[in-house]
Structures are given as C-alpha cells and as structure tokens.
C-alpha cells in the first residue's frame, strides 16, 4: 500500500516577496551596435510570444519581480478544481500525466491490466474490500496489548506504518552499508501541529478529522464510535513528536543503538515480534531518533484501550489505501484531505489517480516506454554540458566568499568533484516479475506494493546500490541525496517550462540550469554540509567557517521568516531553510554559468533577445515563471506547516532581492523592494 506514500511526493512548492519601490526595466546600457559586436541570442517568434504573455510589463521589475515575471499567467489561469495548487510546475506534470495515460491505454502487458483494473470503477465497488480481508482480519485478532507489535510488523511489511516510520536505508557514518531507520510517525494528520493547535478552528478541523475517521471505519463495517479514541491516540503521538524544523540536523538525528538500548526504551513492546513480522529477525543495526518519541509512544500504548488499538490500526490502513477504496472510501477521503484541508473543489479525475498508482508501484516498467516515446539522448548530452557550467561557475564563486577558508574551501571543490550526476533514467530497471496482476484492483495494490517493500527490506545489512533511483523517470522533480552525493534528474523535468531545444541558452540557465544549481547547493546547505565527498557525516569544515556559515544561515532564517503567504500565517525560516539557501545558491550559480557560456560563445548577455529584454534579463524572467502559481487559501497554511520548500511567490522574490547581479541586470537601485539595504543581504554561497 505504498501508493499513497508515494503520491505525497509532491513536486516543489516555491514562493515570493513583495515590496514597493521604483526602476526601470531598460536602464542597462544600450548594446553594442559596432561590427565587431556580439550577436544577441535567436529567440523563435512563438518561445518570445508565450514569454510576453505570461509577463505583466506594466509592474515594475524593481517592485515585485514575481509579478512582472508571471502577472499575465496569474490573471488569465483559472485555478483547476482538482488542484489546490497549479502552476506551470504542475502543468508540465499534468502533460507528462497525459503521455503515460496514452502509454497505458495502449499497452496490452502488465501495465495495461494494472490500469484497466484501476479505472474499472464497477469491478472496484463489487470487489469492496476483500482483498485486504487477511489483513483487517490479523487486526481484530488483536486481543491484547502484548499482540501489538506483531500486529504492527505484519502491517510495515504490507508498506503500511503505523505508531513510528521503519525503512531501510543508508547508515550515515558508513554510508556503504544499509541499516535499519526508526523515526518518528504514526499520525493521520499531515503535522503535529492539526492535534495541538488551539483556538475554534483547531477545534472544528480536529472534529471534521474525528467524524471522518468514523465514516470511514463505518464505511469498512467497524464501529466509528472508536473514532475519538484513534484521534485521542494519535494526539499523544502528536504530543510526543518533535516539531519539523527541529527534525533537519542530520548529525542529531543519528542515534545509532542496539537491539537491546531499543528495548529499554520502550518497555511492554517486543521488537523481536515486530522485526519477526515485518521478516528481518536479524536486525541488529539500528538508527532511531528521536530516542524520546519512542517511550512516549510506549507509554501511550499502555493508556490506549486495546480496541482503541485495534480501531486505530483498522483506520491507519484504511487511510494509508483511501484512493484505490470504492467510492464512499474515496469521497470520504477527499472531502476531509483535499476539501477540508487543502480547500480543493473538486476530487482528483479516476485515470489521474490510476496513472499515478501505476507510475508508482510498477515505475521502472512504465519508466522504460517513457523514455522510449518522450525522452531525446540529446537533451542527456546537453544536461551534462549545463551541469559542467553549473559546477564550474560554483567553484568559480568560492574564493569570493570570505567567510570560507583556504582548507574548507579546497574540500568543498573535493567534494564538489565527488558528485555523481544521473540525467533522465536509471542505467539498471528493477524488475518486476514476481508481480502477477489480475482483474482485481484492490489486490494488484496489495501485491506491488509488499512486492517493493520486500524488496527494501532485503536491502537490510548489504551494500548500498548507488545506480538506485529514488524517483520514476517521468517525475518533474530533481533532487540531492546526501548519503549518496549525487544530483539526479529525471527525463520528466527535462522539457519546457525548464529546458528546450528551441529556447536560447539564457531561458535554459534560467529554467534546468537553476534547478541544477539548487541540486548542487543543497550539498552545501545546513544539513548537506555535514555529509563529506564520501557521503558520510562528519564534520569536514573548520570551526570558524562552520560559525561562520550559522551567521550567514541565520540571516535566511530570519528573511523567510518575515514573509507572509497569508495573513497571519508566516513561512517557517527553520523548515526551509535547506531549501532557501539551495534557492539563492541555485540562480547565483546558473547566472554565473549563464554568463560564461555567453562569453565562450560569443553571446552579448545586454543584447536584446526578445522585446524590452536583454538576454540576461531574459535569464531572469525564464526562472521567475517557472513557479508562476495559484494556490487555496487552506493549502497555503498547509504548506507553511508542512513543506520545507516556501511558497512560490518567495522562491522567485527571496533569491532575487539578494542576488547583486539581478540589481544590475534591471538596474534596480538600493532601498527598492528588490534591492534591500546592504545590511539586510542574505548571502551564503
């Protein structure tokens, strides 16, 4: 039942500023007209059209750049009725969506049954919930307490986590070998903060939360009478769970123990049951944090009545499976989730959640046709060029930085060096052989779900697979993976709004060469920094430069702290932190990148590329509507709470109002609200 894990894996939410001040958008010197000037960039007449249209030219630049960049997107998009949040991010998501639903429709294999299954509607009411009989049935044999951990294991090994979070995953200070990972969890909520918030609203959600957990236990023919028992149980998880901006410090969260330290912590739970149950008996090796959360989740066992235990794991798989239920299940599941909290108009389409199902329990499979049909070799060859600038342009910088000295200067550029780039796909699929999928839609879930999870689990005490992939190719996403210290890119993110063959270099920079920037920073930001060129956390850097860099980490902190994506409701600095200073890191690096690859080209950056733009301008405004947005008021504070990326409007203003270069480019002057007073500028790479 790991689908509905793997649609939470939402593309990056981003943000931006607003302030008044004045400049003009042509102030920059006029080019070069003599013989011997640099050409400025070819821009195809319908890439300079969409860019034009997508502008608001009459806000000044130097006010707010979020809205010169994408005023014209914003007023003539409707907000779609299924998404709480769309932009052009997630409209390149919803193209790639199209090209495996065509995929799909088409395939007579393992994939085309899957997603047959899955959109026929009828043979998913008829078949109700019968295929999880053998699980709901281990959960009412729970009798007593002592069964609990038993109960829970069987469950983790159907990818289902209740009461903690379990996987397997690198060991952080040998990060050749896989250990086991204990950590916080159990909620149904998306935060503690749902159970804990006080005031008439907390009240009123924490209601809605509590009927729907009713309905939908009534719905699997259990009593909803249980429900506020659940709801009572997971607020003492709540209670003991720390906050999310104090879960980001990768060298507090390594709390390697034994079997036997585990067991002190939690007395009255027997992990030899629960790893026996899950299928590794064996483990020794284990992480777990925080320490504390667990003997608080001990004792809230203790207190619970054994059917509210028994109600609350019934619930928990319910949750975990609401989308792939008959309707009343999926009706439920919206209204609360998607209405209630995100303020969505309207459920998802059925062949959309079908798509997603398919991509994320049978990826590599599905994966290999999309490369096939949709991904060019050439866009590869021309991302690992991009990624070379990138690099470079970063090393280039770093002498600049005075905070930084000679020695972890030098073993930033080792480290730098030690990263490994994976462009479009894996070079190795998994297979998918022991997955027999049939007509019922339920059980196909039920299959490749415990089918990947066993295979996670075997990873338990063996090397680490660095050709792994942690996101299917058709994914508009990229990410960094400290342990491993590599950037990926998947062929989904590798297409317009972000890359193109038909845009000139300056919108490329400014669209995947930004994001490759941002990748590369993040082994660089507050919790990347602590993991050396090997992938192991140490601490690599001098004691000053390690001050140093908290100093200038605090002014990000304190920047995104201040802005308010709805009134009254103020972005997390510490939750997105990591994620700001790889934003500011992330355009400096691309401009920077933009502009040699200009020079050994021979493209005049203040040429004109396309009307009232130079081609650095233009660099500019392709990163700036890449996050052209339109959001819900609820998914909004949402997102505040839980995302550790800022919202939109900040992701495009934050970076800008701090990056020298972009005053220049738009010759905006100091004190303007894109230009702030010299002691306010955050800079950190």
């Known amino acids: 039942m790991a689908v509905s894990q793997a649609m939470q894996r939402t593309s990056s939410a981003l943000l931006a500023l607003s302030l008044l001040v004045a400049c003009k958008t042509q102030t920059q010197p006029p080019a070069d007209t003599s013989a011997t000037a640099k050409p400025g960039p070819e821009v195809e007449p319908e890439v300079a059209s969409q860019v034009l249209s997508i502008m608001d030219a009459d806000t000044n630049p130097c006010d707010d750049f979020y809205r010169y960049a994408c005023g014209g997107w914003i007023d003539a998009t409707e907000l779609p009725a299924d998404q709480p949040r769309y932009g052009r991010f997630q409209s390149l998501a919803e193209g790639n969506q199209e090209a495996l639903r065509a995929i799909l429709e088409t395939d007579e294999g393992k994939l085309g049954t899957f997603y047959g299954a899955c959109m026929d509607a009828e043979a998913v009411e008829a078949a109700g919930l019968s295929a999880l009989e053998p699980v709901m049935s281990a959960i009412a044999g729970l009798k007593k307490r002592s069964s609990l951990p038993e109960v829970a294991g069987m469950l983790a090994a159907h990818d289902v986590s209740t009461l903690f979070a379990f996987q397997i995953g690198p060991d952080h200070k040998d990060p050749t070998l896989n250990i086991a990972h204990l950590s916080q969890g159990g909620l149904g909520m ?42 009572a149980f997971e607020t003492a998880l709540a209670r003991a769970s720390k906050p999310r901006d104090q879960m980001r410090d990768p060298a507090k969260q390594y709390n390697r123990i034994s079997r036997e330290e585990l067991a002190a912590l939690t007395p009255g739970f027997d992990w030899g049951k629960y790893f026996t149950a899950v299928g590794l008996p064996e483990v020794e090796a284990l992480n777990v944090y925080p320490p504390e959360f667990f003997t608080a989740m001990s004792e809230a066992m203790k207190k619970a009545r054994v059917d509210t235990l028994r109600a609350y794991l019934a619930w928990q798989v319910l949750h975990e499976s609401a989308s792939q239920l008959p309707a009343a299940f999926v009706e439920s599941d919206f209204v609360f989730f998607r209405k209630t909290l995100a303020g969505q108009a309207e459920p998802t389409p059925r062949w959309k959640r079908c798509v997603r199902a398919t991509d994320a329990l049978l990826r590599d499979e599905l994966g290999q046709l999309y490369v096939a049909e949709h991904f060019s070799s050439d866009n590869r060859s021309v991302a690992l060029e991009m990624i070379t600038g990138i690099e470079a342009a970063f090393e280039a910088g770093l002498p600049g930085l005075s905070w930084m000295d000679d020695e972890t200067r030098g073993r930033a550029v080792e480290k730098m060096k030690a990263i490994v780039n994976k462009i479009g796909y894996p ?180 040429a004109q590329a396309i009307e009232g733009l130079t081609a650095e301008q233009l660099m500019f405004v392709a990163f700036g509507q890449i996050w052209c947005s339109k959001s819900t008021p609820e998914v909004d504070k949402m997102y505040a709470l839980t995302d550790p990326h800022s919202h939109p409007r900040y992701r495009i203003n934050g970076p800008l109002s701090n990056l020298p270069g972009f005053w220049e480019a738009f010759s905006c002057e100091e004190g303007t609200p894109m230009h702030p007073p010299a002691d306010a500028v955050c800079e950190v790479w």
């Not at 729907?212 to 909803?224: C, E, I, N, R, T």
């Not at 491993?484 to 989904?492: K, R």
Request: net charge negative; glycine share 10%.
């Open 190 to 231: 998306p935060d503690r903060e749902y159970y804990l918030e006080e005031g008439p609203q907390a009240d009123a959600l924490r209601a809605a939360y509590t009927a729907h957990v009713a309905q939908m236990l009534d719905a699997a023919g259990l009593s909803g009478k249980a429900a506020p028992g659940v709801v």
């Open 427 to 606: 070079e190795r699929w998994r297979s998918y052989d022991g997955v027999d999928i049939g007509k019922d839609h339920l059980a196909n879930v039920l299959v490749a779900s415990k089918h990947d999870k066993t295979r996670r689990l075997s990873q338990y005490g063996k090397p680490v697979d660095k050709q792994e992939w942690h996101m299917s190719p058709p994914t508009v996403n990229a990410y960094y993976n400290p342990p491993y210290n590599e950037m990926v890119f998947p062929a989904g993110i590798l297409q317009p709004p972000f890359f193109s063959a038909s845009y000139p270099m300056a919108m490329n920079f400014g669209g995947i060469g930004m994001v490759m920037g941002h990748e590369l920073t993040h082994g660089f930001d507050d919790q990347g920094r602590k993991f050396d060129g090997a992938g192991q956390l140490t601490e690599w850097w001098n004691e000053t430069a390690v001050t140093k860099f908290e100093e200038r980490a605090q002014c990000v902190d304190d920047l995104y702290s201040s802005y308010e994506v709805q009134p009254g409701v103020r972005l997390n600095g510490k939750l997105t932190l990591g994620e700001n200073i790889a934003d500011l890191g992330g355009i400096k690096q691309a401009h920077q990148a933009y502009l040699a690859w200009a020079e050994a080209n021979g493209e005049d950056p203040r």
